[in-house]
């Protein structure tokens, strides 16, 4: 998200600028990371003339499970958080693909078990493709192990847990990788730095169980409805092994900022001839058709923004 295209910011119950949307070093959230948030896309429909906010609802419950496993005090209602969100990004007046930033961080001046008071933010901004100039990404197993729901919880989709992500982020570039995947405490696959991971295996699709130390993904959720249902997949939940990783037929990641990216090599193991498999190909389009609002039988999955 590119800060100079930010006109307006969502702080607090009223559109501030964006320069002028100031949090107090010292608060909880600046010291120790004590927030939680949702990125929500927007797709822009030329033709419309419409952008369209994808899934946002199911963003919106997510953030509020985020809110309660953290228990923030919160004064904002599901819809009132709704109608700023529309708000701010009408506020823009946005035709592009964009990004929302949706953030409930501990304000004040109390300690990092503090509850409140919070604060909210709402911060709208163009956003292109994650690697729009490549075809897919290629990734290494970390050495770093997934955060785990006894430590601290991936189901919460909180700023100081995105630190573990960073580690293995960082990592992979320094070694010459685009991304990381990550091995849960188990020592099965986990999910990527901020995505999700399929593979494609003997005609069915795989992903690692929600209990395999990921978080709820909404895009991950979306895509394996459109495999079944579409292109008539047999999609299965089950714990995946390193080593399948290797040898899996075509793999991709998906997430909100991440989309759907073709994984072209793990290790330097190639898949697919280091080419972008042709399920997630296919997964990829159905996918933006709908994100933009070209097949109306998804329309339920979208909210317009623009009356």
């Known amino acids: 998200m590119s800060s100079e295209k930010i006109k307006k910011i969502w702080l607090n119950g009223r559109l501030v600028l964006a320069h002028e949307a100031k949090v107090n070093v010292l608060t909880p959230t600046c010291q120790f990371g004590a927030n939680v948030f949702e990125g929500v896309r927007c797709y822009w429909n030329d033709e419309d003339q ?3 906010a994808f899934k946002l609802k199911d963003h919106l419950k997510r953030l509020q499970n985020s809110i309660k496993l953290m228990r923030f005090e919160i004064g904002f209602a599901e819809e009132q958080i709704e109608a700023a969100f529309m708000e701010a990004v009408k506020a823009n007046s946005y035709q592009e693909d964009i990004e929302v930033r949706i953030n409930v961080f501990l304000d004040g001046s109390g300690s990092w078990y503090s509850s409140g008071p919070t604060g909210m933010f709402i911060a709208p901004g163009p956003k292109g493709r994650l690697y729009e100039k490549e075809k897919g990404v290629h ?11 006894r430590s601290l919880s991936p189901r919460v989709k909180m700023g100081a847990t995105y630190m573990n992500s960073r580690l293995a982020q960082l ?24 995505s999700c991971i399929f593979i494609m295996r003997n005609g069915a699709l795989l992903t690692p169980p929600l209990t395999a130390s990921i978080l709820e993904s909404i895009t991950r ?3 394996m409805e459109l495999a079944e249902n ?3 997949l047999k999609v299965i939940e089950r714990d995946i092994d390193r080593t399948e990783l290797y040898i899996a037929d075509e793999s991709f990641l998906c997430g909100t900022a991440m989309e759907i990216v073709s994984i072209l090599s793990v290790d330097r193991f190639e898949l697919n001839q280091g080419k972008p498999g042709l399920i997630t190909e296919k997964l990829r389009q159905i996918f933006f058709d709908i994100a933009r609002g070209k097949n109306k039988r998804y329309l339920d999955w979208l909210t317009p923004i623009y009356n």
């Open 171 to 194: 990592e992979a570039v320094q070694n010459g990788y685009d991304t990381a995947i990550f091995l849960n405490d188990l020592g099965k696959v986990s999910e990527a730095p901020g």
């Open 230 to 232: 579409e292109l008539k």
């Open 139 to 149: 990734c290494c197993v970390s050495s770093w192990e997934r955060i785990n729901d």
């Open 221 to 223: 959720a979306a895509l």
């Open 50 to 52: 419409q952008l369209y």
